[in-house]
């Protein structure tokens, strides 16, 4: 079945900018959409179709994806940004959605 | 507005089974391709998919869970019913259900309920 590949973490210093890779074989030809957990919150929709940024999501937040690395982005980080981030796909073959194993950002 | 929230037992035997119950509002399902989806997540782990419902005759189950899951409307048209059967240690965590839209994106989820299995 087809696998998403997450770095399990990421360190930033406020107001810097956060890299989350999500790894998959072509998964440029897919469509990727990226939640950010709190602790202790449910999953909220950040990303949808690889860059469109959900309602009320500040623009420091962007997608991209091509060949086999969707990114998602984070400009100015702040402290409230810190969270766990996981990328989903839909796996057409299987028909249901398949999540990354999520990257817990940090915030230094 | 779409909310869902999910309820059922905190703790559960081993072997027994587990029943949640997911209520929504603000959709309704339709086999063209809005449903519920459940999911869970054990402490301090990535999120797994369990189960999608779309209509009666559209249901999908995790291939890993699918001998032991059932997901069924409930008695009132705003409600999902997810059933596993021979619950083990490995099935504590959290479980979600979640607005789902097929070949889509999952939004919103509900706040998730903690399930322990333990004796």
């Known amino acids: 079945s087809y696998v998403l590949t997450q770095a399990p973490s990421v360190s930033v210093a406020p107001g810097k900018t956060a890299t989350i890779t999500c790894g998959g074989n072509?998964?440029?030809?897919?469509?990727v959409h990226w939640y950010q957990q709190r602790p202790g919150q449910a999953p909220v929709l950040v990303i949808f179709?690889?860059?469109d940024r959900s309602p009320g999501i500040p623009d420091r937040f962007s997608g991209s994806n091509s060949k086999d690395t969707a990114t998602l982005t984070i400009t100015r980080v702040e402290a409230g940004d810190e969270a766990d981030y996981f990328c989903?796909?839909?796996?057409?073959?299987?028909?249901?959605?398949?999540f990354g194993g999520g990257t817990k950002l940090t915030v230094l | 507005q779409i909310t869902l929230k999910e309820s059922g037992p905190t703790l559960v035997l081993p072997t027994q089974t587990l029943t949640l119950t997911c209520t929504f509002s603000?959709?309704?399902?339709?086999?063209?391709?809005?449903?519920v989806g459940w999911f869970r997540q054990p402490p301090g782990k990535a999120l797994e998919w369990l189960a999608l419902?779309?209509?009666?005759?559209?249901?999908r189950y995790s291939p890993s869970l699918k001998d032991r899951l059932n997901v069924d409307l409930g008695t009132s048209q705003n409600q999902v019913v997810l059933t596993l059967t021979t619950v083990g240690p490995a099935d504590t965590g959290t479980y979600l259900c979640?607005?789902?839209?097929?070949?889509?994106?999952?939004?919103?989820w509900g706040q998730g309920t903690l399930v322990s299995v333990s004796s």
């Open positions: 979640a607005h789902s839209r097929d070949q889509s994106w999952i939004s919103p």
């Open positions: 603000g959709f309704s399902l339709s086999p063209t391709g809005v449903g």
């Open positions: 419902i779309f209509s009666d005759e559209d249901k």
């Open positions: 072509n998964i440029g030809r897919k469509n």
């Open positions: 179709y690889d860059s």
């Open positions: 989903q796909v839909w796996d057409n073959s299987r028909d249901h959605p398949i």
